[in-house]
């Protein structure tokens, strides 16, 4: 399924993901201490919209510990944003074959649901992993997006779910930007822009920060907004090349403009002496 090297990624996330035989992977220290890495690594890849790559560092994360739910759980997060539903869904079923039901499958389970559109049982599966562990962020993540696609005034307390995730024991990585894609995708563009907004001030290199904030402003009537996030989100991850089809033809003249003026400034440099 990820036999695609991460080949177009930046150079600080390349990956070695050559095929090998980890049939008798274990919970060696060693094995471990790579399936962390791979799962950082999946995690980072995530926030600068490498979707297909982080999958692939997931995936290894998951074969190098065959017992690391959070990495199952991170493989079907991006498989899901990626639009991959199925392959989510046979990635979580693998792992409940393997280990049943437990919080942090059930809450990934949940996410699908939602992306199925089936907003209910995604809550449902969400409710039984807070009773399970309710100091997990993951589910309270998932909780509070299901409140938002349900609407009305189930969206009162996506509100009260969300800061939940924020305080709980258990963490989620970059759950701040996943809340504001989780308001995106569920129609609250002025939400996702205010947190985005927040967001980039305290990590204002972040590439899928600006572009969901692009999104938002997109969607609220604000173009020039819109662009200049795109804009941004390029400097920072030049080899996105769906967010050039993003931007549009005015926009990619523009982005390739101001990177040859930037490249000939570059080039005008005077050499050190």
């Keep these: 399924m990820f036999r695609k090297a991460a080949q177009d990624a930046p150079a600080p996330f390349l990956l070695e993901l050559a095929p090998t035989d980890l049939s008798a992977a274990s919970l060696e220290a060693g094995l471990t201490g790579r399936a962390e890495r791979f799962y950082r690594a999946g995690h980072r890849l995530m926030t600068r919209g490498f979707y297909a790559e982080s999958a692939q560092a997931?995936?290894?994360?998951?074969?190098?510990?065959?017992?690391?739910?959070?990495?199952?759980?991170g493989l079907a997060e991006v498989l899901v944003l990626a639009g991959r539903t199925q392959e989510a869904a046979e990635a979580l079923d693998r792992a409940m074959e393997r280990f049943g039901l437990n919080c942090a499958l059930g809450a990934a389970r949940g996410h699908l649901y939602l992306h199925q559109q089936d907003a209910d049982k995604a809550l449902e599966c969400?409710?039984?992993?807070?009773?399970?562990?309710?100091?997990?962020?993951?589910a309270w993540l998932v909780a509070g997006e299901s409140r938002l696609a349900l609407g009305g005034k189930a969206r009162e307390y996506s509100v009260e779910a969300f800061e939940k995730a924020m305080t709980v024991e258990v963490p989620w990585p970059n759950l701040k930007l996943r809340i504001a894609l989780a308001h995106l995708e569920w129609g609250n563009a002025q939400g996702?822009?205010?947190?985005?907004?927040?967001?980039?001030m305290e990590e204002p290199e972040l590439p899928l920060a600006w572009i969901l904030a692009g999104d938002a402003a997109r969607i609220s009537g604000?173009?020039?907004?819109?662009?200049?996030?795109?804009?941004?989100?390029?400097?920072?991850?030049?080899?996105?090349?769906?967010l050039r089809e993003r931007m549009g033809?005015?926009?990619?003249?523009?982005?390739?403009?101001s990177g040859l003026r930037r490249r000939a400034a570059q080039l005008l440099q005077p050499a050190s002496t």
């Design 249 to 257: 033809w005015r926009g990619k003249l523009r982005h390739a403009w």
């Design 126 to 138: 969400a409710s039984i992993a807070n009773q399970r562990d309710p100091e997990y962020a993951y």
């Design 58 to 73: 997931f995936d290894h994360a998951t074969r190098h510990d065959r017992s690391y739910f959070d990495a199952y759980v």
């Design 222 to 242: 604000e173009p020039h907004r819109a662009e200049e996030c795109y804009r941004r989100a390029c400097e920072l991850a030049p080899e996105l090349t769906w």
């Design 192 to 200: 996702a822009g205010d947190l985005c907004q927040h967001l980039l």
